[in-house]
């Protein structure tokens, strides 16, 4: 394809995003810096149309974009918008305070919502992905306990547990060192190599006692928990007046399913994601665009983010967004293991 005919394409973008009018040759010859006329523009438009590129809705003399023409836009034109000085601002200071796991996600997905005026979307952090920052044994009567893991990003899990044996203080205070000593730092996939040799260090009936804890605690580091997404910002779908109320209503219903929250996900990496109408997969989603990326500490993804808005969406501010909240995230969690 011409450059020339690039930089119509992405004229008609830009002008369609902003003004949600289909865009016609005299406003892109008054707009631009292409210094052609109307009826040159008229022509490469019929090229870009007869491409698949943009399309004329309905008896308006404009041109709107096709998703063809979105991807083409996106794959070829598109650059990363700087972000304002409120926006740096905003992302670098809106975890200041943040006191655990479900403050961290519900303040990014606020704040991205908040500064791409689409709905945002975050994945919690994996379980599986994480390392274990500390566990903790609470004695809640001689012979029941409560077994905490606590991961790197934050992530608590707990379970209450009915010992054979009763335990005293002093040995669970010993068994706590001995299980932190031994597995702090660690994969959660590695969390069971050297639990077992703990045993050897107790009589016979604090040993089935401890073998209790440690078999829940392997258990706990190695199942897959039920993975959670959280989105926000439902409201700014009514924002685009060219969609119907039917049209919301169908987005809105598909983004009522955590599976069709994780699918979106699903394919997020370290790299920027955007897919757009009619590449998503759920039937409901297809007039909206995806813009996700994965979020992690040293370059393992520990979960992902994004934002959906219709296909008429500003790609590239969402995408200087999303790329910016996932790298903030990522830090943030690698300061604080």
């Given at each position: 394809?011409?450059?020339?005919?690039?930089?119509?394409?992405?004229?008609?973008?830009?002008?369609?995003?902003?003004?949600?009018?289909?865009?016609?040759?005299?406003?892109?010859?008054?707009k631009?810096?292409?210094?052609?006329?109307?009826?040159?523009?008229?022509?490469?438009?019929?090229?870009?149309?007869?491409?698949?590129?943009?399309?004329?809705?309905?008896?308006?003399?404009?041109?709107?974009?096709?998703?063809?023409?979105?991807?083409?836009?996106?794959?070829?034109?598109?650059?990363?918008?700087?972000?304002?000085?409120?926006?740096?601002?905003?992302?670098?200071?809106?975890?200041?305070?943040?006191?655990?796991?479900?403050?961290?996600?519900?303040?990014?997905?606020?704040?991205?919502?908040?500064?791409?005026?689409?709905?945002?979307?975050v994945?919690?952090?994996l379980?599986?992905?994480?390392?274990?920052?500390?566990?903790?044994?609470?004695?809640?009567?001689?012979?029941?306990?409560?077994?905490?893991?606590?991961?790197?990003?934050?992530?608590v899990?707990?379970?209450?547990?009915?010992?054979?044996?009763?335990?005293?203080?002093?040995?669970?205070?010993?068994?706590?060192?001995?299980?932190?000593?031994?597995?702090?730092?660690?994969?959660?996939s590695?969390?069971?190599?050297?639990?077992?040799?703990?045993?050897?260090?107790?009589?016979?009936?604090?040993?089935?006692?401890?073998?209790?804890?440690?078999?829940?605690?392997?258990?706990?580091?190695?199942e897959?928990?039920?993975?959670?997404?959280?989105?926000?910002?439902?409201?700014?779908l009514?924002?685009?007046?060219?969609?119907?109320?039917?049209?919301?209503?169908?987005?809105?219903?598909?983004?009522?399913?955590?599976?069709?929250?994780?699918?979106?996900?699903?394919?997020?990496?370290?790299?920027?994601?955007?897919?757009?109408?009619?590449?998503?997969?759920?039937?409901?989603?297809?007039?909206?665009?995806?813009?996700?990326?994965?979020?992690?500490?040293?370059?393992?993804?520990?979960?992902?983010?994004?934002?959906?808005?219709?296909?008429?969406?500003d790609?590239?501010?969402?995408?200087?967004?999303?790329?910016?909240?996932?790298?903030?995230?990522?830090?943030?969690?690698?300061?604080?293991?």
């Amino acid at each position: 394809m011409e450059s020339r005919q690039l930089e119509i394409l992405k004229a008609i973008v830009e002008e369609y995003v902003a003004t949600e009018e289909p865009v016609g040759s005299k406003i892109i010859s008054e707009k631009s810096a292409l210094g052609i006329s109307s009826a040159t523009i008229r022509n490469e438009m019929s090229i870009l149309e007869g491409q698949g590129l943009i399309t004329q809705p309905h008896t308006s003399a404009g041109r709107i974009p096709t998703d063809k023409g979105y991807r083409l836009f996106v794959d070829k034109i598109a650059t990363v918008k700087p972000l304002s000085s409120a926006e740096r601002r905003a992302i670098e200071t809106f975890l200041e305070g943040a006191n655990d796991l479900d403050d961290i996600v519900m303040r990014t997905v606020r704040l991205l919502a908040q500064v791409t005026k689409q709905v945002a979307v975050v994945q919690y952090p994996l379980l599986t992905k994480s390392r274990v920052r500390h566990i903790e044994l609470v004695l809640l009567t001689p012979s029941r306990l409560m077994l905490v893991l606590i991961t790197t990003t934050g992530r608590v899990e707990q379970r209450v547990l009915e010992l054979p044996y009763d335990l005293s203080d002093a040995l669970l205070a010993d068994l706590r060192q001995r299980l932190n000593a031994a597995v702090v730092g660690k994969a959660m996939s590695d969390v069971g190599q050297d639990l077992e040799a703990i045993l050897a260090h107790f009589g016979k009936n604090e040993r089935t006692s401890t073998a209790l804890i440690i078999s829940n605690l392997i258990e706990m580091a190695i199942e897959r928990p039920e993975e959670k997404v959280v989105l926000a910002g439902t409201a700014n779908l009514a924002r685009s007046n060219s969609e119907s109320s039917a049209e919301i209503h169908g987005v809105l219903e598909a983004l009522e399913e955590q599976v069709v929250l994780l699918r979106l996900l699903s394919d997020a990496g370290d790299t920027m994601r955007v897919r757009i109408g009619a590449e998503q997969a759920e039937s409901g989603l297809q007039r909206t665009s995806l813009v996700s990326m994965g979020y992690g500490v040293d370059g393992n993804s520990l979960g992902a983010l994004g934002i959906l808005g219709p296909t008429r969406m500003d790609y590239s501010s969402s995408m200087s967004a999303v790329n910016a909240v996932a790298r903030y995230v990522g830090r943030f969690l690698m300061d604080n293991q």
